[in-house]
């Protein structure tokens, strides 16, 4: 395995309830919430790669990784180059057990859903982070290392890799 070969994934999907977070740079939702599709205002260069939305375990940002994040019909899509310092964390989303993601927001514009229950639909928010996690509060996010396409992917990830690979495509050229 070549840790240089990259991480890639999805931090956020769109549609699905993303459960409350409190950790610092969190989205610190107070109640479940919804991110909406081109909700997400965000400046690659100065987007931080984060482990389990700690700053003091940052990979870095934007253009020192390589960084490029993208929107498309299933959430925001990203690609980076962890730095060597990182290998410990390319290895554990090598093997799986660091295979979801999250975001790290300032809300900027949000509604409560009118069918009562309760969910927050966000319209705006800024992005400040991308964590790599064991479990992100955002059901249907993935990453995984890119040495492992497509066969070494967990399964989840295999699923929504068809998605990522034409965004990719269209970033890339």
Same mark, same amino acid.
């Given at each position: 395995m070549s840790w240089r070969a990259g991480i890639h994934g999805y931090a956020a999907r769109w549609g699905v309830v993303t459960a409350p977070l409190? #950790?610092? &740079?969190? %989205?610190?939702? /107070? #109640?479940?919430?919804r991110f909406e599709r081109g909700c997400f205002t965000f400046d690659a260069s100065s987007v931080e790669m984060w482990f389990m939305h700690r700053d003091a375990q940052s990979f870095g940002r934007g253009d020192a990784l390589g960084l &490029?994040?993208?929107e498309d019909s299933y959430g925001l899509a990203f690609a980076f180059t962890p730095p /060597?310092? *990182?290998? /410990?964390m390319v290895c554990g989303v090598a093997d799986g057990r660091y295979a979801q993601c999250s975001v790290g927001v300032v809300i900027e514009s949000s509604s409560i859903e009118p069918d009562g229950s309760g969910v927050e639909a966000i319209s705006s928010a800024r992005l400040n982070e991308i964590s790599i996690c064991?479990? =992100? *509060?955002? %059901? =249907?996010?993935a990453c995984w290392h890119a040495a492992n396409v497509p066969y070494g992917l967990p399964a989840h990830a295999q699923a929504v890799l068809p998605i990522w690979m034409h965004g990719w495509t269209g970033v890339a050229a």
């Open positions: 409190s #950790r610092p &740079q969190a %989205p610190h939702l /107070s #109640r479940p919430a &490029q994040i993208w /060597s310092f *990182a290998y /410990s064991p479990r =992100g *509060a955002c %059901p =249907g996010t």
